[in-house]
T-cell receptor, first 113, second 112 residues
Framework: EPEVTQTPSHQVTQMGQEVILRCVPI?????FYWYRQILGQKVEFLVS????????KSEIFDDQFSVERPDGSNFTLKIRSTKLEDSAMYFC???????????FGPGTRLTVT | QQQVKQSPQSLIVQKGGISIINCAYE??????FPWYQQFPGKGPALLIA?????SEKKEGRFTISFNKSAKQFSLHIMDSQPGDSATYFC???????????FGQGTTLQVKP
């Protein structure tokens, strides 16, 4: 069964450093998302991406964040200068249509020290 | 307006019992209501989803009940099993961008 994959599973970085989280969405999906989940809290929407551009972003997704689909398979989230409060699980998700089922990856645990 | 309120925060059920988790929303633009199951350290896994044109959807032991006028929906887990012990999130979305707004989550423990 096709699944969303994410790498790395755990990333430790120092405050102020840049990180890139990588995702491979399900191959025929067209809509891509990043969410985050701070430990013990709910899952929060960050950004949606379709047709090579951002379609919606949340207040959390400020100028420190960017997304890219560099090729036909990868979807990345970059945080330019990490802060302690960026420590969270980051989930990538994808769906085939805007109204279709949304499938999540296993997540990347980001720890900022 | 964008919030989804979920209750209870935690739930303990005996094996074989029925687990019921409730969610409420405000935004009438929402037209897609999925439930996700999450085990510790894992990503949310889609369990079952419903759209407002039906009032109930059943898949195996899992049933969603949807009340459009009350803007509420609930997940019923019949014959609950210890393997169902996990955190359950309701969510709501609309078709434009497909973003999901999640509830706060319910930690379910099914006792043997």
């Amino acid at each position: 069964e096709p699944e969303v994959t994410q790498t790395p599973s755990h990333q430790v970085t120092q405050m102020g450093q840049e990180v890139i989280l990588r995702c491979v969405p399900i191959s025929n999906h067209l809509y891509f998302y990043w969410y985050r989940q701070i430990l013990g809290q709910k899952v929060e929407f960050l950004v949606s991406f379709y047709n090579n551009e951002i379609s919606e972003k949340s207040e959390i997704f400020d100028d420190q964040f960017s997304v890219e689909r560099p090729d036909g398979s990868n979807f990345t989230l970059k945080i330019r200068s990490t802060k302690l409060e960026d420590s969270a699980m980051y989930f990538c998700a994808s769906r085939f249509t805007a109204a279709g089922e949304q499938y999540f990856g296993p997540g990347t645990r980001l720890t900022v020290t | 307006q964008q919030q989804v309120k979920q209750s209870p925060q935690s739930l303990i059920v005996q094996k074989g019992g029925i687990s019921i988790i409730n969610c409420a929303y405000e935004n009438t633009a929402f037209d897609y209501f999925p439930w996700y199951q999450q085990f510790p350290g894992k990503g949310p896994a889609l369990l079952i989803a419903i759209r407002p044109d039906v009032s109930e959807k059943k898949e195996g032991r899992f049933t969603i009940s949807f009340n459009k006028s009350a803007k509420q929906f609930s997940l019923h887990i019949m014959d609950s099993q210890p393997g169902d012990s996990a955190t359950y999130f309701c969510a709501a979305g609309s078709g434009n961008t497909g973003k999901l707004i999640f509830g706060q989550g319910t930690t379910l423990q099914v006792k043997p």
